[in-house]
Every structure is written in C-alpha cells, then in structure tokens.
C-alpha cells in the first residue's frame, strides 16, 4: 500500500538523509549528491549507523520474545537485511509490520520489505512523519489498534527541528496507541560528542539538511509519561538485554524502549 496516487520521482539533485544512511551502511542505492554528504561526515557516522541498526535488532527481538506482534516502523530507509519483520516473524511468524518512509528511492525497494510469512504481514506507506495522521490512517488497515503496537523511530526525529513540532508529532502517534504498546527511539545526541555532532550538523546543513541533535534531557522528553524499560535511555551500545552483550564503544546516539502505561 502506498499513500497517494501518482509514483514519486526521486529527486537525485539533493541528498536524503534515507540515501546518506544507505551509504554509511555500505550500501548501492545511493546517487552522487548523498556520497558527498556522506564523504565530508566524521568517521564516527558510519560507526553511528551500525549501531543504531543493531539497537533496532536487539529492541524488536526484545519485543517479539515478549509478545509484541505489531510494528509501526517509521522512517524505514533503504532494505537492509535482516529488516526489522525478518527478525520479528522469525520469533513471532504472525507478527504485522507497517513500514513508512517519504524516500520515493524506498519505495522503489518495497517488494523487499512486503515479503512476509505467510502468517503474518508487511505492508508499505509512502509518508512522512510530519503527517502523522496520514500514517495512522493507512496503517489502521493492517495493524490493530485495539491490541498493543511497537512504535519505531530509529534515527529519525533528530531531522525534524524544534519549529517542526517533533515531541508534537510523536506525542501524536504515542496517544493512539493502546496501553502495552511500546516507543522504540534512537536519536543523535548533541551532549556526547559535541564538537563530531556540530561538525555533522554544519555537514549536512550544506546539503539542504537541516538537523535537530538534542541532549539527554531533550531525548528524554519523547518518553514523558512513558515507563522507561531498563537500562533506560543510554547509548545505542549499552541498550540490550540478557547475557548477549554488545560490544561496549563510543556513541553518540541515545537508544531507548519505552512501555505505554
């Protein structure tokens, strides 16, 4: 399912920030306009998208092994395997995933995002997270909203700045989800690494960009009114749970998973 009628064109005169990850991740689908971007990043960037893309893995398999079957994955960016529904349905073969992304080049790749168990489903929006009614309107026809959600943000509310409303937006996304459901959130952080994080903020502001790094507190406001579940909102490294500890290195990004009383 895709929202809107018409097939987006991507628009290979500008970066995105979906193509600048893909890239950082040592992917293809990328033009020119985003290596750049990606080439003039501190090295540490590419260290950022690894483990931000392990946090997700360790958090939906969390989720999964405690019974969450439903995910609203918000800002999904190019396929990358394992995707989150491959790691989910590979626990719970029942589980229902809805991606969105507002990257046309991701909706280019969504045949690798549909393919499901055949218990379960995965669907597709076309969307931007700045119209979070929009998203909650398509996903309505896959996902039940009277049984428990996880809600997925991975290194995606660091791109929409303060004058764009981002604890507005989630806080309406959050307020539709039953009680039991789950926020999954991984930002960048503007309090680690603060001369690497204005250096990424300056690179990407070249390339149309614009970036909203926020400290620990400013992380944390997403999760007001939520239950943190342990250890909190730390480093994408130091999430995890059970004896499978990750390796333990410098980050930048705050990583937290938070329950909906």
Not at 14 to 34: C, F, I, Q, S, T
Not at 222 to 240: I, M, S
Not at 248 to 255: A, K, M, N, R, T
Request: no cysteine.
């Amino acid at each position: 399912m895709t929202a809107g009628t018409p097939k987006p064109q991507v628009d290979t005169s500008k970066p995105h920030p979906a193509r600048v990850y893909d890239w950082l991740l040592g992917g293809k689908d990328n033009y020119e306009v985003d290596r750049q971007v990606g080439k003039r990043l501190p090295a540490e960037s590419a260290d950022a998208a690894r483990q931000n893309r392990a946090f997700m893995h360790r958090a939906a398999a969390w989720l999964a092994d405690n019974g969450v079957n439903q995910f609203l994955d918000i800002g999904t960016g190019i396929p990358t395997e394992p995707n989150l529904h491959q790691i989910v349905q590979g626990i719970l073969p029942t589980a229902r995933i809805v991606y969105a992304d507002n990257d046309p080049i991701v909706l280019r790749h969504a045949e690798a995002l549909l393919v499901s168990t055949t218990e379960g489903t995965t669907d597709y929006i076309q969307a931007d997270v700045r119209d979070p009614q929009e998203i909650l309107q398509y996903a309505r026809a896959t996902l039940d909203f009277e049984r428990p959600i996880a809600l997925s943000l991975i290194a995606l509310m660091h791109f929409v700045p303060d004058d764009q409303g981002p604890y507005e937006i989630v806080s309406s996304l959050v307020d539709v989800l039953p009680s039991g459901s789950y926020l999954v959130l991984s930002h960048a952080a503007s309090d680690l690494m603060p001369e690497l994080s204005d250096k990424v903020v300056a690179e990407y502001a070249k390339g149309g960009i614009r970036l909203g790094f926020r400290t620990h507190a400013g992380v944390g406001k997403f999760f007001d009114g939520l239950e943190l579940v342990e250890p909190g909102l730390v480093t994408a490294p130091a999430w995890f749970k059970g004896a499978n500890v990750p390796e333990q290195e410098l980050s930048g990004i705050y990583s937290g998973v938070a329950r909906i009383p």
